[in-house]
């Protein structure tokens, strides 16, 4: 049941405050600081969609001073120049960060050289000493942004379990790649959402759990956002035009889709459920709902 309620004439989405911290997270974390100590580096995975929303400050203080590579998968979903963009002002501030899409094998290569200067002093380091080491990697960041499949294409094949959603690793697994390891490790967010705004960028990916999110609240932002920035998706694929308001345009989309039931109403929920998947599937478009500004004051 959609709730709305009027404002200056137009219809807004009173939205249900998200927060998400399942009991496996706080184990998760207490494994991962137990385990730092013991790598050499961290692969951080963010989602090119969402850089500064799938980033959690608290997997970069447990770091502390390990370098950290940052990939940002599924860029093959995101709008390019913003992904260059992000890359960019992760690199200003000394780090190295990487785009990539896991699940095809064109990123290998870049991936490979990234994780490689990662430890590139280490690595010239034991050469002089005359001996050849395993070197190390946790892998970490908040869920479904496709760490386990991010190790699977470094390792050549499918070691770690992935899936389409939120809190598919439960553990930890080590990964034999080469002559490296890779830790993988449980999505963790936050334990708490301060910005409602980016906990929602979460939502729209599938990094937070779908069976406690409002998919009214969660749709409606979604169009609401996507008007704002990419327009001609909208148009493209449902036959939006300007000027409509998110339930206006959830309307269009079940008009377009066919999803009406008996006595012409919308069927409003096969609706929301499109939007979402189109978008996390990548059939709207190109889309990178983040902005630089949003990751402002952030320490990479």
Same mark, same amino acid.
Not at 37 to 60: M, Q, W
Not at 113 to 132: F, H, I, P, Q, T
């Given at each position: 049941? $959609?709730?709305?309620?009027?404002?200056?004439?137009?219809?807004?989405?009173?939205?249900?405050h998200?927060?998400?911290?399942?009991g496996?997270?706080?184990?998760?974390?207490?494994?991962? !600081?137990? @385990?730092?100590?013991?790598?050499?580096?961290?692969?951080?995975?963010? =989602?090119?969609?969402?850089?500064?929303?799938?980033? @959690?400050?608290?997997?970069?203080?447990?770091?502390?001073?390990?370098?950290?590579?940052?990939?940002? @998968?599924?860029?093959?979903?995101?709008?390019? @120049?913003?992904?260059?963009g992000?890359?960019?002002?992760?690199?200003?501030?000394?780090?190295?960060a990487?785009?990539?899409?896991?699940?095809?094998?064109?990123?290998?290569?870049?991936?490979?050289?990234?994780?490689?200067?990662?430890?590139?002093?280490? *690595?010239?380091?034991?050469?002089?000493?005359?001996?050849n080491?395993?070197?190390?990697?946790?892998?970490?960041?908040?869920?479904?942004? +496709?760490?386990? #499949?991010?190790?699977?294409?470094?390792?050549?094949?499918? *070691?770690?379990?992935?899936?389409?959603?939120?809190? &598919? #690793?439960?553990?930890?697994?080590?990964?034999?790649?080469?002559?490296?390891e890779? %830790?993988?490790? /449980?999505?963790?967010?936050?334990?708490?959402f301060?910005?409602?705004? %980016?906990?929602?960028?979460?939502?729209?990916?599938g990094?937070?759990?779908?069976?406690?999110?409002?998919?009214?609240?969660?749709?409606?932002?979604?169009?609401?956002?996507?008007?704002? *920035?990419?327009?001609?998706?909208?148009?493209e694929?449902?036959g939006?035009?300007?000027?409509? #308001? /998110? &339930?206006?345009? %959830?309307?269009?989309?079940? $008009? *377009?889709?066919?999803?009406? %039931?008996?006595?012409?109403?919308?069927?409003?929920?096969?609706?929301e459920?499109?939007?979402? =998947?189109?978008?996390?599937? +990548?059939?709207?478009?190109?889309?990178?709902?983040?902005? /630089?500004?949003?990751? !402002?004051?952030?320490?990479?």
């Amino acid at each position: 049941m $959609l709730k709305l309620f009027a404002f200056y004439g137009r219809f807004k989405v009173i939205m249900k405050h998200i927060q998400w911290f399942p009991g496996h997270m706080t184990k998760a974390m207490r494994m991962m !600081e137990e @385990n730092v100590a013991v790598c050499d580096g961290i692969i951080y995975v963010l =989602d090119a969609r969402c850089p500064a929303a799938s980033y @959690n400050p608290k997997l970069k203080k447990m770091a502390g001073a390990k370098p950290i590579l940052y990939v940002l @998968n599924k860029s093959d979903l995101a709008d390019a @120049n913003k992904t260059d963009g992000f890359i960019k002002l992760i690199q200003s501030s000394g780090a190295i960060a990487v785009k990539a899409t896991a699940t095809g094998a064109s990123s290998k290569k870049s991936l490979m050289a990234a994780v490689d200067k990662l430890v590139e002093e280490k *690595r010239k380091k034991s050469a002089e000493k005359g001996y050849n080491r395993t070197f190390r990697f946790m892998v970490v960041g908040v869920p479904n942004t +496709g760490k386990s #499949t991010v190790i699977n294409l470094l390792a050549g094949s499918k *070691r770690a379990i992935t899936g389409d959603k939120a809190g &598919v #690793t439960k553990s930890k697994q080590w990964i034999r790649c080469g002559t490296f390891e890779l %830790l993988d490790t /449980p999505g963790t967010m936050p334990p708490a959402f301060e910005n409602q705004y %980016l906990a929602m960028h979460l939502a729209f990916v599938g990094s937070i759990n779908d069976d406690i999110l409002d998919f009214d609240d969660v749709a409606l932002k979604l169009l609401e956002e996507t008007a704002e *920035r990419y327009p001609k998706y909208l148009n493209e694929r449902y036959g939006i035009e300007g000027g409509l #308001t /998110p &339930v206006e345009m %959830l309307e269009k989309v079940c $008009l *377009r889709r066919g999803f009406i %039931l008996k006595g012409k109403e919308y069927d409003y929920e096969r609706g929301e459920r499109a939007v979402v =998947d189109d978008f996390r599937k +990548g059939r709207l478009g190109y889309i990178t709902l983040d902005l /630089p500004e949003d990751a !402002e004051g952030y320490v990479f």
